[in-house]
Nanobody, 122 residues
Framework: QVQLVESGGGLVQPGGSLRLSCAAS????????MGWYRQAPGPQRELVAT???????NYADSEKGRFTISRDNAKNTVYLQMNSLKPEATAVYYC????????????????WGQGTQVTVSS
C-alpha cells in the first residue's frame, strides 16, 4: 500500500500564488508518474499537470505558463507551483501516483491522495 499526503492548499486572492506538495510513502520501488488533478463542485475531475520519472511534463492548456510541476525523486514528492491564480482555479486538488511496488513485479498501481482545497477569491 502507498499513502499520498497533500499540503499547501488554502485561500488566495486572484493573481496570487500557492505551492502544493504531495509526499508518497509506503511500498514503493519506483513512481512512474505523479500528477495533480482537480475537481470543482460536480462529478468531473480534470487533469492539471503530470510529470514522469524522466522529468517530462504535461499541462492542461488552461494552466500552461502559469503552473509548474516538479518532483523530488529522492523524497517521492511532487510539487505544483501555481502563479497568477484565477477564480476558476478554485477546486479540490488531488495528487495521483502510478507506482511499481517491488522490483520483482512490474505491475503498476494507481493511488490518490485525499485532496487539498484551493480557493481563489477576493
Amino acid at each position: 500500500q502507498v499513502q499520498l499526503v497533500e499540503s499547501g492548499g488554502g485561500l488566495v486572492q486572484p493573481g496570487g500564488s500557492l505551492r502544493l506538495s504531495c509526499a508518497a510513502s509506503g511500498s514503493i520501488f519506483s513512481i512512474n508518474v505523479m500528477g495533480w488533478y482537480r475537481q470543482a463542485p460536480g462529478p468531473q475531475r480534470e487533469l492539471v499537470a503530470t510529470i514522469n520519472n524522466g522529468g517530462s511534463t504535461n499541462y492542461a492548456d488552461s494552466e500552461k505558463g502559469r503552473f509548474t510541476i516538479s518532483r523530488d525523486n529522492a523524497k517521492n514528492t511532487v510539487y505544483l507551483q501555481m502563479n497568477s491564480l484565477k477564480p476558476e482555479a478554485t477546486a479540490v486538488y488531488y495528487c495521483k501516483a502510478i507506482v511499481v511496488e517491488t522490483p520483482f513485479n512490474s505491475r503498476q498501481y494507481q493511488y490518490w491522495g485525499q485532496g487539498t482545497q484551493v480557493t481563489v477569491s477576493s
